[in-house]
């Protein structure tokens, strides 16, 4: 797929063409790949600057360029501070970008000044002629080199302002230009931060090592990037796309650097490392996370860490728009799609939900910026009579003109087929692509970029235990997680995978217990099952589509044979796992399952003994942690959704009679009764503002449901070009 998007220019610079992508895979190995480009090394003020890129020019046989002493100091023909004496900061900003904008050189690594990233011309031109490295290091190693180097103020550094704050206020300067960022660990000597130098700057000129296979594939196949992976979601063999190469794993020194940062932080810097910066540059990714967790979640820490009692922790996911886990995938997700579009082409999403999936999408794909929504627009269908009153509202509540839920009167099954046999009529497809320049696409929970932004806030539970002190880093931690598809599961494992010493995965399941049978037995098995109904219905899931990724990955990356197990799942509603990989599955997992009533006790019991108030997803996994953990370690517990969501089922735990109807009423009641976690705000505007409100109804005929699909793309789509 051709990537030439339509973006301002200067973020474009280096986007990658197809032309480009192809000129990358022949021209690989040596530094012959830079073609003349520089490496431009950037950084705060005693960031290394200078010793780094030295050592980076002689490991790749170019020529070290300095701007302080081969630039600034030959044109003004004295020392740079002797300069700043004499003209004061303002003017030597000024000055000294002059003297960068009039600079050129090509194949050289070129040192920066530390503030030459103020002025925007200067950087530009620079820009233009090579890669911009940003040497992220240690606030408190910069200090120490400061002090050291004897160093007493910095450029533009007022009176009264310490180091340290202007340290502060530089960063958000170089997070503005770099192409790449080279995490360094708290002490990394020059020789390892050079190291990382040429190993990141190898990385952005070989996109061609970063690509995506799917689960079933069994040989060659085409070369397919993160943004074909987004944008197609399921692969075309049927199966779920995986990076080629794994996880890149990251130092322990590198996890301790991310301690002291804020969630957006974390999720930047972790994201930089899965996600090429060719395929979505470092400077829009930075806009799309602070964007998606900046200010859109009630608690500051995004995913706060909380004490439950003894060693067991709860992280509290559910402070997002729609309270339940998905919105911290729902948040950056619409965000990483409309970015990898192909251009001329709009783009109609479609999703079945059974719950908390449709309010997630709706919020996500509902906040997308104008030019966005111009091309992408979202419609749910949900059974009418098949989720809560609680969901109901806050779907009805979330939809806007371009991003809409409707209900069919039946049930889940036959929103998802009606769905599934659209995208199969290619009279239909045709006939959308023809008239409406429109694409059908979902969101559902295979796709890559939902995955992914879940592998952040695993690190972040665990870095916040270490930020609190109840661990330090590298001590074992146990993490349970009520398991429907397993994605969080799965997201969990990457984690891992990613360095973040996890010891086990529990996977938790309700009464429809495949998944934890399978991981108990290696027969994954569904002739007999019959889905049941239950209190916890997020995990009511007997096909739980995101194992096919653990058993790709279990297996080796065993294509051929995921695929032979996975049609038989289809064909013969059973796959046995052979008893090596069931082995090597239970170094990493560990699985069980948990009744009605003891989901119901759970939450009975730890609101008695605490105060705080478990959702019913959240109390099997508590329940299941208490089974199966050895007490060695700490054990998380992932609460997946708040109370309120739930709020019935969490009345018949607490043993609560006269229940009020009204579900804002129910909220309150129960806010009254918890003494942690906090209400749920957003949950409680929605349904008072909303209470009520109407939304459409189809019958359960399939031409209905493709009638709404037509007029959305009418209404979303020829609209906005006619204006
Ligand atoms: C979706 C959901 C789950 C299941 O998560 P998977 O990633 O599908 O395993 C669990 N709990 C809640 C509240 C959910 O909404």
């Not at 020529?63 to 030959?74: C, N, Q, S, Y």
């Not at 692969?235 to 590198?254: C, H, M, Q, T, W």
């Not at 929970?445 to 972040?460: D, F, G, M």
Request: net charge neutral; with cysteine; glycine share 6%.
């Amino acid at each position: 797929m051709a990537l030439l998007r339509s973006r301002p220019l200067a973020q474009r610079a280096f986007r990658c063409s197809l032309a480009l992508k192809s000129w990358l895979s022949t021209h690989t190995s040596t530094a012959g790949y830079l073609k003349g480009k520089n490496i431009l090394i950037m950084g705060a003020p005693g960031a290394g600057k200078t010793t780094v890129g030295r050592i980076v020019a002689h490991k790749l046989g170019l020529p070290a360029v300095d701007v302080d002493d081969d630039v600034l100091e030959t044109t003004w023909k004295m020392p740079v501070a002797a300069k700043l004496a004499a003209v004061g900061g303002e003017r030597f900003l000024q000055e000294e970008g002059q003297v960068l904008c009039n600079f050129s050189a090509s194949g050289c690594v070129v040192s920066l000044t530390g503030s030459n990233p103020l002025h925007p011309e200067a950087m530009r031109h620079v820009k233009q002629s090579g890669t911009v490295v940003y040497l992220d290091v240690d606030g408190g190693d910069i200090l120490q080199r400061l002090h050291r180097m004897k160093v007493d103020r910095i450029v533009g550094q007022e009176a009264g302002q310490s180091f340290s704050d202007i340290l502060k206020y530089r960063k958000q300067f170089y997070e503005q230009w770099l192409d790449i960022r080279v995490l360094c660990g708290r002490g990394d000597t020059p020789e390892e931060m050079a190291e990382k130098v040429l190993q990141a700057v190898e990385r952005f000129y070989n996109l061609t090592a970063e690509t995506f296979v799917s689960t079933r594939a069994d040989g060659e196949e085409r070369k397919t990037y993160f943004s074909d992976v987004v944008v197609e979601g399921l692969a075309p063999d049927g199966g779920l796309y995986v990076p080629k190469n794994g996880f890149s794993k990251i130092a322990p020194r590198e996890w301790l650097r991310l301690v002291d940062m804020s969630y957006p932080e974390r999720a930047l810097v972790l994201l930089e490392k899965c996600i090429h910066p060719l395929e979505v540059s470092a400077v829009d990714l930075r806009e799309m996370v602070s964007k998606a967790y900046g200010s859109s979640f009630s608690n500051e820490d995004v995913v706060p860490v909380k004490r439950l009692m003894d060693d067991m922790y709860i992280q509290e996911l559910f402070h997002g728009p729609t309270a339940s886990f998905k919105d911290l995938a729902l948040q950056l997700m619409p965000q990483l799609f409309a970015y990898c579009l192909p251009p001329m082409c709009n783009y109609l999403i479609l999703v079945a939900t059974s719950g908390d999936t449709g309010s997630a999408v709706l919020s996500g794909f509902g906040r997308l910026r104008d030019e966005d929504r111009r091309k992408t627009a979202v419609l749910v269908f949900f059974p009418e009579d098949g989720v809560s009153r609680i969901q109901k509202l806050q779907m009805t509540s979330l939809s806007r003109s371009h991003a809409k839920a409707v209900s069919v009167r039946s049930d889940f099954d036959f929103c998802q087929r009606s769905i599934k046999r659209m995208f199969g009529e290619a009279g239909l497809t045709g006939h959308l692509a023809v008239e409406f320049g429109t694409v059908l696409s979902t969101a559902n929970s295979i796709n890559w970029a939902r995955l992914l932004p879940q592998v952040v806030y695993h690190s972040a539970t665990y870095l916040n235990l270490c930020r609190s002190g109840a661990i330090q880093f590298g001590d074992p931690v146990d993490l349970c997680i009520p398991t429907g598809n397993f994605g969080n599961a799965m997201s969990a494992v990457y984690a891992k995978q990613m360095g973040v010493p996890i010891r086990k995965v529990i996977c938790a399941s309700n009464c429809n217990r495949a998944v934890s049978d399978f991981i108990n037995t290696g027969e994954y098995d569904l002739r007999e099952r019959r889905l049941m109904p239950s209190c916890s219905p997020a995990i009511d899931i007997l096909k739980s589509s995101n194992l096919e990724r653990f058993v790709h990955h279990v297996s080796g990356g065993d294509g051929a044979l995921v695929k032979d197990m996975f049609s038989s799942l289809d064909a013969r509603r059973r796959f046995t796992l052979p008893d090596s990989l069931l082995g090597r599955m239970r170094r990493d997992v560990r699985a069980g399952w948990c009744s009605e009533q003891d989901c119901l006790a759970a939450i009975y019991h730890v609101h008695a003994r605490s105060g705080y108030i478990l959702d019913t997803h959240a109390a099997v996994a508590k329940v299941v942690a208490d089974r199966q953990r050895d007490r060695t370690c700490p054990v998380v517990i992932s609460a997946t959704a708040h109370y309120g969501k739930f709020a019935p089922a969490v009345f018949e735990a607490l043993r609560v009679e006269n229940i009020p109807d009204n579900p804002l009423e129910q909220l309150k009641r129960l806010d009254f009764a918890a003494s942690k976690p906090e209400k749920h705000q957003k949950l409680m505007e929605c349904l008072k503002n909303r209470n009520g409100r109407e939304h459409a109804v189809c019958e359960a005929d399939y031409s209905v449901l493709v009638e709404h699909v037509e007029a959305m793309i009418e209404e979303s789509f020829l609209k906005v070009m006619e204006t």
